[in-house]
């Protein structure tokens, strides 16, 4: 954890580049007043149009029209681009960072003096308020400077900040993938399963918030239950049968309950 | 919803068979008065005993002395010791009633006249205090009868009573087990890759609660994110890589990928 400051002596300026959810939400969180959106460039001139206009700021999709003299460069792009703005960016001397959790800090090294990350742990939806605010953010620079810049700015969003390289940082969004997206894709075959039975989602919700709470609380692999850790063959038969018409679940039944038992195996085991 | 009455004019009489995890919390709700738990049954005497202890009732492992008078005789066992435990009780006037999600009524039916079902839709813990009170208890009876005796016994425990038969509640049982097992083991596997880069289970918890709140308050199909949903190839397969060193995390990584992917384009084609 870096040390933050709660009072920034000095308000940011910023360039945005990017004009998606993590865009959507700066500009979100800069209406609050803790920076100032100096521009915000998009190759879709009308997105950076349409978003610069909730923020009353300029837009260009040239790269030759960036404003040279914010204080941070913010990449907030989709991961596969990121690599083509570094190249077409105008070099400035200020610190230019990207937010992508899977993209190493090297893309950016290649083309700029001062560089970093500064990576949101969060799902942003564009229909949802400021999230910034409970978020975790990794944050990483190729030198202490830029470091300093990332970390006073990143205090403006949220007050949770981690010092984290890339390496790490790509292993945590991996590790995000799996306890929320493919969590996500849990509820989304359990919401199916009942539906195509005419059973309300809802009669899930209190033992979906029970496994929640124990997930907070205490190590998940100490907390499993269900058939799959008493290697209950019975059930897991019966289950798989009544899953007959439905391949796909049927499989990641299969694979999912036989890792449920190879780690339990290994954590009794003291291995894990 | 079947109708309940909250005040409850007669206490119910109970023979519980079984010392897991749902008697030692059947007993836990006994304590506070609202019905009463004649006598205890195990196979195993010690398991019998100590769990009559903690509410002062007869204990026995004996079929023959299993007391006749009671209200209500709730076979809370493992779901594979059911049919025996069935087949082995004393010829009973009284309702029988098992509490497994998998199993059908048709196991009791065979051998009594009044019989059902009480499945309590929650992971119970032996080291956890009362959860029935927030439990969806799922109710099925072989007359009406039954259901009214069994309803009016649930309504002692929670609140939440829905009327299921069979074969829905086996769908609903398979339905937890993705909605809460697996979200536990996705949980599991970000645990295990987060300690094993020394990096804190902790950073992934806003977003946890973030993801929690969507799956709450929408349909999870809609509510997903990540780079399966984005079909961001990039990204996957660079996650792929980094789960090199653990085969089996790669394989549900993919299968689970695959999955989300297909389940979005249906959902966008609206053919579910």
């Not at 610069?52 to 030759?64: D, G, K």
């Not at 900040?161 to 894709?185: C, D, G, L, P, Q």
Request: aromatic share 8%.
């Amino acid at each position: 954890m870096v040390a933050q400051e709660t009072q920034q002596a000095k308000q940011f300026s910023i360039v945005l580049i990017g004009s998606g959810n993590v865009a959507h939400h700066l500009c979100a969180t800069a209406i609050m007043g803790r920076f100032k959106i100096l521009q915000i460039f998009s190759r879709n001139i009308e997105h950076a149009q349409a978003l610069a206009s909730t923020i009353n700021c300029e837009y260009t999709n040239q790269y030759s029209n960036i404003n040279p003299n914010a204080d941070l460069y913010i990449i907030a792009a989709a991961d596969d681009a990121i690599a083509d703005i570094a190249s077409s960016l105008p070099s400035v001397k200020a610190v230019v960072c990207h937010t992508a959790g899977s993209v190493a800090i090297d893309v950016l090294q290649k083309h700029f003096e001062n560089c970093g990350v500064l990576y949101p742990l969060q799902s942003f939806s564009k229909y949802r308020n400021d999230t910034f605010s409970t978020a975790p953010l990794l944050i990483e620079a190729n030198n202490n400077e830029s470091l300093n810049v990332l970390n006073d700015f990143a205090g403006c969003l949220s007050p949770i900040i981690h010092k984290i390289n890339s390496e790490t940082r790509m292993a945590i969004h991996v590790a995000a993938v799996f306890a929320n997206n493919f969590s996500n894709h849990m509820a989304s075959i359990a919401y199916l399963l009942m539906k195509d039975k005419n059973a309300n989602f809802d009669i899930l919700k209190p033992l979906m918030q029970e496994t929640f709470q124990k997930i907070m609380e205490s190590n998940p692999i100490e907390a499993q239950t269900g058939p799959a850790v008493r290697n209950d063959q019975n059930i897991l038969n019966k289950h798989e049968e009544l899953l007959q018409s439905y391949p796909n679940f049927k499989d990641i039944y299969k694979k999912i309950s036989e890792s449920i038992f190879t780690l339990n195996e290994l954590h009794k085991n003291g291995r894990i």
